[in-house]
């Protein structure tokens, strides 16, 4: 479309770093960065170093309205099932503070909570559904209620 072409270029609302060998990295999608007390989050980098703790099967990261900082990262994790131990909130933070020492990712980065969950919503091409979970966790990071709940031991 001309919109997507717009002065000649592609645009494709993908968010990257040039590196210093000519090649340029994507660090995420526009709609997708977190914005923390002026500063810019990339959730896939947030999901990667999570996903290399023990035990994680996969996570999704959204940023959550703060009322001091604007947004803050919430990260979502599912277990692995097969794993011999499941991790913990206070084990993957210790690999991101070692991640954030280490200069991978800024200390502010880091998200104050980590929710635990079952599955992970997709999109109809296996992408996280990140607009359905800030819908479901929203302004608090709490998983809001069904809309008009049905009464207990109804069938919906």
């Not at 002026?38 to 947030?46: F, K, N, Q, R, T």
């Not at 990667?48 to 001091?68: F, Q, S, Y």
Request: glycine share 10%; proline share 8%; net charge neutral.
């Amino acid at each position: 479309s001309a919109k997507l072409w717009a002065g000649g270029y592609l645009h494709t609302n993908d968010i990257g770093v040039m590196q210093p060998d000519g090649y340029l990295r994507v660090v995420d999608r526009i709609k997708d960065v977190i914005k923390t007390g002026g500063e810019w989050v990339s959730s896939l980098e947030l999901e990667d170093l999570i996903g290399e703790c023990g035990g994680v099967a996969e996570a999704a990261v959204i940023g959550i309205r703060d009322e001091k900082w604007g947004e803050r990262p919430l990260a979502l994790v599912v277990r692995n099932p097969g794993a011999e131990q499941a991790p913990t909130e206070a084990e993957i933070k210790a690999h991101l503070k070692d991640a954030a020492a280490a200069g991978t990712i800024p200390k502010f980065a880091i998200p104050d909570r980590i929710l635990f969950v079952e599955t992970l919503p997709r999109t109809s091409v296996g992408k996280f559904d990140k607009k359905a979970l800030r819908e479901t966790y929203g302004d608090s990071g709490r998983a809001k209620p069904p809309p008009n709940p049905a009464p207990a031991g109804a069938i919906r």
